[in-house]
T-cell receptor
C-alpha cells in the first residue's frame, strides 16, 4: 500500500515567521512530488513541484526533497494570514499512470 | 498556466434525479482526468480515472453505474451522478493532466458542490 503521511495539525505560526510543513512517503520509487494549497470550500491549487533531491525555491516558498529519507517539506517564509489553508502533499509513484497519492493535508494557521 | 474549468459550481437537486458535472481543459489537451470527492474536513478521495476514448477506471467502492464518467474528447470529461440521494451530497472536483507534460502535476477545476434534498 503506497502511502503519504502528513501531520494533520493545525500548525499555528505567527505572522512573519517561517512555516515548515513535512510529508513522508512510502514508495521509494516515487518520481515527483507536489505541494497543493486548499482554502476552505475551494479546490486545491498547485504551489510547486519538485523531483530532484535538494531545494527548489519559488518566491516565499521552498520545497525540499530527500529521497534517501523519503521526505519532502515545504517552507513558507514571511508567513502571511492569507497563507492560512490546508496544504496537501502529493506523490507520483512509479508505474502509477500519473495517479497521485495524496496526504491528508496539514492545516496551517498564521496568527496576526 | 493550465486552466481547468468545472461547472456547475453549485447544484441543488431533488432525491432521485440525475446531475451532470462538466470538466474542461481550456488551454491544453488532457489525456487523463481524475474525479475526486471530498466530504467536509476530509481529504480528497479519488473516485475514478478517466482516459480519453476509453472506459473510466473506478476506485474500489465507487459504483460505476451510479457515477457515470464520459471522456469523449481531449478537453472534456463529464461526471453524471445518477439517481442522486442525500448521501451523495459532497464536493466533487475534477483534475486534469497535461498530455504534453511528463512532470505529472494535476490542474484542478473549481469544484462542484452538490446538495441532494
Amino acid at each position: 500500500q503506497k502511502e503519504v503521511e502528513q501531520n494533520s495539525g493545525p500548525l499555528s505560526v505567527p505572522e512573519g515567521a517561517i512555516a515548515s510543513l513535512n510529508c513522508t512517503y512510502s514508495d521509494r520509487g516515487s518520481q515527483s512530488f507536489f505541494w497543493y494549497r486548499q482554502y476552505s470550500g475551494k479546490s486545491p491549487e498547485l504551489i510547486m513541484f519538485i523531483y530532484s533531491n535538494g531545494d527548489k525555491e519559488d518566491g516565499r516558498f521552498t520545497a525540499q526533497l530527500n529521497k534517501a529519507s523519503q521526505y519532502v517539506s515545504l517552507l513558507i517564509r514571511d508567513s502571511q494570514p492569507s497563507d492560512s489553508a490546508t496544504y496537501l502533499c502529493a506523490v507520483n509513484p512509479m508505474d502509477s499512470n500519473y495517479q497521485l497519492i495524496w496526504g491528508a493535508g496539514t492545516k496551517l494557521i498564521i496568527k496576526p | 498556466g493550465a486552466v481547468v474549468s468545472q461547472h456547475p459550481s453549485w447544484v441543488i437537486c431533488k432525491s432521485g434525479t440525475s446531475v451532470k458535472i462538466e470538466c474542461r481543459s481550456l488551454d491544453f489537451q488532457a489525456t487523463t482526468m481524475f474525479w475526486y470527492r471530498q466530504f467536509p474536513k476530509q481529504s480528497l478521495m479519488l473516485m475514478a480515472t478517466s482516459n480519453e476514448g476509453s472506459k473510466a477506471t473506478y476506485e474500489q467502492g465507487v459504483e460505476k453505474d451510479k457515477f457515470l464518467i464520459n471522456h469523449a474528447s481531449l478537453t472534456l470529461s463529464t461526471l453524471t451522478v445518477t439517481s442522486a440521494h442525500p448521501e451523495d451530497s459532497s464536493f466533487y472536483i475534477c483534475s486534469a493532466r497535461d498530455g504534453s507534460s511528463n512532470t505529472g502535476e494535476l490542474f484542478f477545476g473549481e469544484g462542484s458542490r452538490l446538495t441532494v434534498l
